[in-house]
């Protein structure tokens, strides 16, 4: 079974400029993560779609970060314009549908973005 | 109050010895509890998960858990240097809610 696939693996752009990132989850998943990770703190959830539903975007800076998720499956994530504490690792993951073992959450490799 | 809390360490244990991770949370209708290993520049990868109060076992892993006490722990046994890394506690607080901690770092020495 394929795991979560995310691109680009690496990005350094400068502020004020825009970024995007890609997530492919696991086939079968309904429900798809997007963290922000900042080294030494545990991920932070961005959002969080069911199918193509929003569940919660409560911590989106919705001033300069943007998530679809299209047709239910893979997803993009972008950031216009970035800013320096933007730089972080902005990890996918996706889970089943339901109770129990289906809110086990798998991640992707993450993207790391600097920005300078 | 922070929701799920760890000791950030880094906890420190000789190789073979057992080495004790623990969580608390304060969110008492939550069901689902999970531990995730990450290793430096690496991406959390899911090692236990626990969903009934006591004990849950898997090789030299061991998850605790107490509703009660809102405590879930996870013990390695006979550590490895290979045990070195982060690990984060996850909580889910009801549908689709998941509280990450924000991980105990914890050396094993050769």
């Known amino acids: 079974e394929a795991g979560v696939a995310q691109s680009p693996r690496y990005k350094i752009i400068e502020k004020r400029q825009s970024v995007a990132f890609w997530c492919n989850p696991i086939?079968?998943?309904?429900?798809l993560y997007w963290y922000q990770q900042i080294l030494g703190q545990g991920p932070k959830l961005l959002i969080q779609?069911?199918?193509?539903?929003?569940?919660?975007d409560s911590q989106l800076p919705k001033d300069r970060f943007s998530a679809e998720r299209l047709k239910g499956v893979d997803s993009t994530l972008k950031i216009q314009p970035a800013k320096l504490e933007d730089s972080a690792v902005y990890l996918c993951?996706?889970?089943?549908?339901?109770?129990?073992?289906?809110?086990?959450?798998?991640f992707g490799p993450g993207t790391r973005l600097t920005v300078t | 109050q922070k929701e799920v809390e760890q000791n950030s360490g880094p906890l420190s244990v000789p190789e073979g010895a057992i080495a004790s991770l623990n969580c608390t949370y304060s969110?008492?209708?939550?069901?689902?509890f999970f531990w995730y290993r990450q290793y430096s520049g690496k991406s959390p990868e899911l090692i236990m998960s626990?969903?009934?109060?006591g004990d849950k076992e898997d090789g030299r892993f061991t998850a605790q858990l107490n509703k009660a006490s809102q405590y879930v722990s996870l013990l390695i046994r006979d550590s490895q240097p290979s045990d070195s890394a982060t690990y984060l506690c996850?909580?889910?607080?009801?549908?689709?809610?998941?509280?990450f901690g924000a991980g105990t770092r914890l050396f094993v020495k050769a």
């Open positions: 086939s079968g998943h309904a429900t």
């Open positions: 779609f069911q199918n193509n539903g929003v569940v919660d």
């Open positions: 996850a909580v889910n607080t009801g549908g689709f809610k998941t509280i």
């Open positions: 969110d008492r209708v939550s069901q689902s």
């Open positions: 626990i969903y009934s109060n």
């Open positions: 993951a996706s889970s089943g549908y339901g109770t129990g073992d289906s809110y086990e959450q798998y």
